[in-house]
Each structure stands twice: as C-alpha cells, then as structure tokens.
C-alpha cells in the first residue's frame, strides 16, 4: 500500500487515547450489504462499550443505496423508487452510498478520548481535510455545512466531497464518514444531499484526481493516524 504523509494537525483538533492504544483498522473488499453492515457496526459498537472488543474503524463499499438521517425530510427524497432507501438513525438528512465512494464506520471509545461531541466531529472534519492534502485536493469546511467542500473555478462554486454522519451510544460512535473517489454522481439526484439544495457534489475522479481505493485509503489512513492517533490491521466486523 502507497505510504503518505498527513499534514500536521492543530492541538486542539487532535482526538487521540491517552494510553495510545491503536485502533484496528478495517478494509473490505468488495460490496457490503447496508442491512448486513449495520448489524455488524452494532455489534461491534456494543462490545466496545462493554470493554469486549478494540476500538475500530472499517472500510468498505456499498451498493446503491440512500440512507435517511434522523433529520431527514420526505420532501428532500426526489426518487424514493431509484434505489433502496434505509433509515439510519445517525445525525444528519439523505445521503448516497453506492460504488466508488469509500465508507469508513468508526467505532471509536470517547470515554478514552474526550467526551465532546464537537470535537469529535471537527476531529472528524480535519481527518477528511487531511487526507485531500495528501492528495492534493484543497478541502475545507463551512458554518451551518455539515461536510467537506473543496471550491470550483468554472463556473464558480462549491462542492460536497465528503458526508459526516455519526451518532453516540454510551459514548461509543457509530456510523462515521463517506469519501467521493470515483461513484455515480448521477445517483445523488434522486436526493437533496444533506438537505442544502444550493451546493452540488463531486468526487475526486471528478476533479481529475487520478486516485485509486488503495491510494485513498492510504490517505486516509495517514490522516486518520495525525489526528486520531495509531492503527494496526484488524479483521473487518463482517463482509
């Protein structure tokens, strides 16, 4: 796998352990059924909360599908026939998942980092924007825009490169992140992603970023490494 180099991390963005223990990190080949993923992440989630499994955070894909935040709003599904459409209860409204786009579920221990639901997501936000660094997109965030953006010459605008959706349970997180490498930017039309009507979305292959999964979860990785401090390989949770 590519070796890269995140950019340093601001103090007060950083979200590591005390005792440094690393978190496992996951990468599934192939398409993971949301259904089945969901079960596993759940799991997973419980044990760590019971002090029964490492923290860990899991790469994969899935197959076209939407999912429905807990802030989501029926107006905001344009297709609701085009593909299967799954309630998540995670924070957030409507995003794609599907082929092409890396998924990453951190299930990690906030009791052995720091208790603070917006640190955790800025964390979270740097840990994206690091890894376009490393690839040499230029990402950054908005007030009242959940996400990462990275601005466009022509016409003039902004774009969604990444989603962030996580919820809390006994201060264990689940779901996580979404990354645009190469998907369908035709599936995001059958919703408003993330409610915000006056934005569009993109993906690193349409930038004319030639990045691969491997060099993509490489980056990420990296980054995830300067923020959130050490990994080591583990087993994925399923899939």
């Known amino acids: 796998m590519t070796s890269l180099a995140a950019p340093p991390v601001s103090p007060e963005l950083l979200f590591g352990r005390a005792d440094g223990r690393p978190a496992g990190w996951a990468v599934s080949p192939g398409v993971v059924p949301y259904p089945e993923a969901m079960t596993a992440m759940d799991r997973r989630a419980d044990a760590i909360a019971a002090g029964e499994a490492e923290e860990v955070v899991w790469l994969l894909e899935h197959p076209p599908l939407y999912t429905a935040g807990v802030s989501a709003r029926p107006a905001d599904l344009l297709a609701p026939d085009r593909f299967p459409v799954f309630e998540s209860g995670r924070g957030g409204q409507y995003t794609y998942h599907g082929p092409g786009q890396r998924v990453a579920y951190v299930m990690l221990d906030l009791r052995a980092r720091r208790r603070d639901v917006r640190a955790f997501v800025a964390a979270l936000e740097a840990w994206i924007i690091g890894a376009l660094d490393g690839l040499g997109v230029a990402g950054a965030v908005r007030p009242g825009r959940v996400g990462v953006w990275v601005e466009r010459a022509?016409?003039?605008r902004e774009d969604k490169i990444a989603a962030i959706?996580?919820?809390?349970?006994?201060?264990?997180s689940l779901h996580g992140i979404s990354l645009n490498i190469a998907p369908d930017l035709s599936h995001f039309e059958g919703i408003v992603p993330c409610g915000i009507r006056e934005h569009g979305v993109t993906s690193l292959a349409d930038l004319g970023v030639p990045a691969t999964f491997d060099r993509a979860d490489a980056a990420l990785r990296a980054a995830f490494e300067s923020t959130?401090?050490?990994?080591?390989?583990?087993?994925?949770?399923c899939g």
């Open 154 to 156: 022509t016409p003039a």
């Open 165 to 172: 959706g996580v919820r809390l349970r006994r201060w264990v």
């Open 228 to 237: 959130f401090g050490p990994t080591a390989p583990a087993s994925p949770p």
